[in-house]
């Protein structure tokens, strides 16, 4: 499995719906997932790129892993308040996201794979 790019129809339709629900989360997906907010200009972003699609293959059945794209989708960042990139939401099944700031290594992208989202220990 490879990274999915999301435009805000897909989000809507995929993760959550916030235009409908406003106020509560609440995942649409099938399995939990990590959403990467990110822009082409942004260094960091791109030093983050690889490791993602090595995730993807590596939880391949597991999790999804989905990319938004910042300057496209402006209203999609701006309705997570999106102020620095690479931005890194963790979306579980149940319960609620968590968001992380700036280039994560791999070890603590899998370290948060498997504890907020899988739920190992």
């Known amino acids: 499995m490879k990274t999915i790019h999301l435009t805000k129809e897909d989000f809507l339709t ?3 719906n916030y235009e ?10 099938d399995k939990p997932a990590i959403i990467d907010f ?3 200009w942004c260094g ?6 690889p490791i993602l699609e090595e995730l993807a293959k590596e939880y391949n059945e597991q999790i999804y892993i989905y990319k938004v794209d910042t300057e ?20 579980p099944k149940e319960g609620q996201p ?3 700031m700036g280039a994560l ?3 603590s ?7 907020v989202l899988l739920g190992k220990e």
Request: hydrophobic share 45%; proline share 7%; aromatic share 10%.
């Open 14 to 16: 995929k993760v959550a």
């Open 20 to 29: 409908a629900n406003p106020t509560e989360w609440k995942y649409l997906g």
């Open 38 to 40: 990110y822009a082409d």
């Open 44 to 49: 960091p972003c791109k030093m983050v790129a």
């Open 72 to 91: 496209k989708e402006q209203e999609l960042a701006g309705a997570f308040g999106i102020r620095s990139i690479p931005s890194i939401l963790f979306v």
């Open 98 to 100: 968590q968001m992380a």
């Open 105 to 107: 290594p791999k070890a």
């Open 109 to 115: 992208f899998k370290d948060a794979i498997d504890k």
